[in-house]
């Protein structure tokens, strides 16, 4: 490969909510009197934990997104991150329903004006990003509607996807006609699928649920993985977090998904929950074994299949 052909490097998914570095959440946690949870403490130092204690502290981070400054500040955390381990980009999965109407503890305009303005200031260090709206898969597709609602009379431009995430609780063929909303609104549409749920959910989203684009499919068989490759699909990986919160699914399936094939790329999922960025997910794909021209085609996959990147603003 030719040293002029290297493509950006963009983190393929990280969360807003997951994205707060830890220094600033103990300060503001401190501030306000609270308590960070041992779940988050744990996870910071590395311990694996089972998906429920993941979730505690994970919305720890997400309660204290009740500003439009703090909403910045997890925006700028993501684009730090990405800056400072080379990156140029990233897609950035967001909870608006969750914080707005579950939480109630932020308006949507204020939210979506702390990400307008840290994705702003982002692009002003010359970082590429767009929105991926995150709807929970468990809260079913009843859910999913009412998260379009919501952000539909007035979607901003920088979301360009929609998503599930959470637990897979609910069969993919049941959110199909909200992908089908998502889609007709000008959304793409992503899922959370074959993470903590089976390895099927992952062929029952493409084949029913209609989805383009799979975040981890670690749990996929073989023919999935043909699946995968025969429709160009991207799937975005995520060692750290997967290492953290699926412990269970060793070795990684990605040199496997690579050699079939599957356009996969790498991201950080929650980096301010399992701290990493992209070089560590860098190395932690060379330490499954995978050669400079493996790494060359993940970084590759990242960009050509980025939707910060590919996507004209709606
Ligand atoms: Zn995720």
């Not at 007035?154 to 909303?181: C, H, K, N, Q, Y």
């Amino acid at each position: 490969m030719s040293h002029l052909a290297i493509p950006p490097l963009i983190d393929r998914h990280t969360h807003l909510e997951g994205a707060l570095d830890p220094v600033w959440v103990r300060a503001e946690a401190e501030r306000r009197g609270w308590t960070v949870p041992p779940s988050l403490i744990g996870l910071w130092g590395g311990n694996a934990t089972p998906f429920e204690g993941f979730i505690e502290a994970f919305l720890f981070g997400a309660a204290l997104l009740d500003s439009r400054s703090a909403v910045r500040e997890a925006a700028l955390a993501a684009a730090r991150r990405t800056l400072r381990a080379g990156g140029a980009g990233f897609d950035l999965w967001v909870s608006p329903h969750f914080l707005v109407v579950h939480r109630a503890q932020i308006t949507l305009e204020e939210f979506w004006l702390g990400v307008e303005e840290g994705l702003a200031e982002a692009s002003s260090w010359g970082l590429a990003s767009c929105v991926i709206l995150d709807a929970v898969n468990h809260f079913g597709p009843k859910h999913g509607h009412s998260v379009l609602n919501l952000v539909l009379p007035e979607l901003p431009p920088f979301v360009r996807g929609f998503s599930t995430g959470g637990l897979e609780g609910s069969p993919f063929r049941d959110w199909a006609p909200v992908f089908d909303r998502a889609r007709a609104a000008g959304l793409r549409i992503a899922a959370h699928a074959g993470e903590n749920g089976p390895g099927s959910n992952v062929h029952e989203a493409i084949l029913e649920g209609g989805v383009e684009r799979i975040v981890h499919g670690l749990r996929a068989d073989e023919a999935t993985f043909e699946l995968l490759a025969e429709r160009g699909i991207p799937v975005d990986v995520c060692p750290s977090s997967n290492g953290a919160l699926a412990s269970d699914v060793s070795p990684h399936p990605l040199p496997r998904m690579l050699a079939a094939g599957v356009r996969c790329a790498l991201g950080t999922d929650d980096p301010g929950v399992i701290p990493c960025d992209l070089t560590t997910e860098t190395a932690a794909a060379r330490a499954m074994g995978l050669d400079d021209d493996a790494l060359a085609t993940l970084r590759r996959h990242g960009a050509e299949d980025a939707w910060c990147l590919g996507i004209e603003p709606r």
